[in-house]
């Protein structure tokens, strides 16, 4: 007898939380309240922090599940090394035909 896991993911249990995003979002919230507390950066650091909370939200696209991850995927594509191709057509003058 076999026992299968369904996935690889380190899942929490509540509401699809994996340790990734607890890796990631402790030290956003910490920045948060380090930034909105004692520095008169409170619109930089609620506008900071609304992303964050952008980035962590889960979404149905493929195998990955979070924006971040998404946003990340986008990147990667945009960085990626480009291959152009260059054809060089010949025009035939008149006298050559």
Known sequence: MYI???SIRRDLG?????TT???IGLPM???FIVLFCFTP???PAI???MIGIFCLLPINVSKKNRMYKVIGLII????R???YVYKIERRVSECEK
């Open 4 to 6: 299968t896991v369904k």
């Open 47 to 49: 506008i900071g922090f």
């Open 81 to 83: 090394d480009k291959v």
């Open 14 to 18: 509540f509401r699809g939380i994996e």
């Open 21 to 23: 995003d607890i890796i």
């Open 76 to 79: 990667k594509y945009l960085l």
């Open 41 to 43: 950066l409170k619109i």
């Open 29 to 31: 919230i910490i920045t």
